[in-house]
């Protein structure tokens, strides 16, 4: 019997190692972009994973509450800083929108982008920076690997400081 368990525990740490190894996969599961409410990525965090359709609409950041039982709170007019790499999952294009129903200003942020701190942005058609500092009120999430719809009405993250 102890013959047994032991050549059962080798195989399932064999089995851990190799599932585990470095660079034995690419970034697999659910694409995810995730955020913060305060800059490098500090303080209380969202991740919002695509839906099985391909994307995630979140109209109104009101209605998502922070993620613990003893806090009060949403996430409308509260992100400071994101990433759109899919954090160990896929990356995704991110659409964020200053006003709930997306409206206001939209800026695209494109997959496997980082942004420690959404001010001082520099985006296409503003010739001067924008800030997103506890601005962003509605998102759209998309899978890179589906279609993503045209959204003329966005512009693009061209760099940020």
Request: proline share 6%; aromatic share 10%; with cysteine.
């Amino acid at each position: 019997m102890r013959r047994l368990l032991s050549a059962l525990a080798a195989f399932a740490l064999a089995w851990v190692a190799i599932v585990t190894s470095p660079g034995t996969a690419a970034a697999a599961g659910t694409p995810r972009a995730q955020f913060w409410d305060a800059t490098g990525y500090q303080s209380w965090k969202l991740d919002k994973d695509v839906w099985s359709q391909g994307y995630a609409l979140i109209p109104d950041l009101s209605k998502e509450g922070l993620s613990c039982w003893f806090c009060s709170g949403n996430w409308d007019n509260r992100i400071s800083s994101l990433s759109t790499t899919g954090g160990g999952q896929s990356p995704v294009d991110l659409f964020v929108y200053t006003e709930k129903g997306y409206g206001g200003t939209c800026v695209h942020i494109p997959a496997n982008t980082q942004v420690s701190d959404v001010r001082d942005m520099i985006v296409s058609g503003i010739g001067y920076p924008i800030s997103l500092n506890n601005e962003i009120s509605s998102f759209m999430v998309y899978d890179i690997n589906r279609p993503v719809p045209d959204h003329p009405e966005c512009h693009l993250l061209l760099s940020h400081l």
